[in-house]
């Protein structure tokens, strides 16, 4: 079985900052990991993802993330924010193969001007 | 660029009703997924459905559920006798390999 830790449910930064949003997995098999970004009433938006290979992956709107297999996390950044990044942002985990997604309980990130 | 759609948007319902959520998965995608989020509270997993049967299902997923895949493009959940505890956020997903996964805007479902 996974689980998902986000070590922090709001994050709070100024516009063109940078910021980090922390996550931590378990799991006893191999795993492939995900972020999601949910705007405000919207459905839940792949914003990167972790299959195999490079442990630094790049995603959407200027996001990147980092595997890290021996710290167990896959922490997402961003050089700079923007106003338009105020979402809620999920971390998930699943085994490998078809199969379903655990979900972490989400960080608010908030931009101010 | 395609899209999961869901229907309703939102569904207000009596405890005890049936109600039937509906969602559309991309046209190509071959699995499909349904998951709730209760507000505040996290994403949880309901069920999976590949091949025309539920390949797995979450401790959640009892006899009140059930999942149909009617015709080629549609794909629906069935809340048989609706609780309040069933008040949430229910989201569709479609993938076309199994590991990537693209949600729908979700129904909010709302039992009084």
């Known amino acids: 079985a996974q689980s998902v830790t986000q070590l922090d449910s709001q994050v709070p930064v100024f516009e063109e900052a940078p910021v980090e949003l922390r996550c931590n997995y378990s799991s006893s098999v191999s795993v492939y990991l995900f972020w999601y970004v949910q705007y405000p009433n919207q459905g839940l938006q792949l914003l990167l993802k972790y299959l195999s290979g490079s442990t630094l992956v790049k995603g959407i709107n200027g996001f990147e993330a980092e595997f890290n297999k021996s710290q167990t996390s896959f922490h997402l950044r961003k050089p700079s924010v923007h106003i338009s990044d105020t979402a809620e942002y999920f971390c998930a985990v699943s085994g490998q193969g078809a199969q379903k997604l655990v979900f972490g309980q989400g960080t608010r990130l908030t931009i101010n001007p | 660029e395609p899209e999961v759609t869901q229907t309703p948007s939102h569904q207000v319902t009596q405890m005890g009703q049936e109600v039937i959520l509906r969602c559309v998965p991309i046209?190509?995608?071959?699995?499909f997924y349904w998951y709730r989020q209760i507000l505040g509270q996290k994403v949880e997993f309901l069920v999976s459905?590949?091949?025309?049967?539920?390949?797995?299902k979450s401790e959640i997923f009892d006899d009140q559920f059930s999942v149909e895949r009617p015709d080629g493009s549609n794909f629906t959940l069935k809340i048989r006798s609706t609780k309040l505890e069933d008040s949430a956020m229910y989201f569709c997903?479609?993938?076309?390999?199994?590991?990537?996964?693209?949600f729908g805007p979700g129904t909010r479902l709302t039992v009084t």
């Open positions: 046209s190509n995608h071959l699995y």
């Open positions: 997903a479609s993938s076309r390999e199994g590991y990537e996964q693209y």
């Open positions: 459905f590949y091949n025309n049967e539920i390949s797995e």
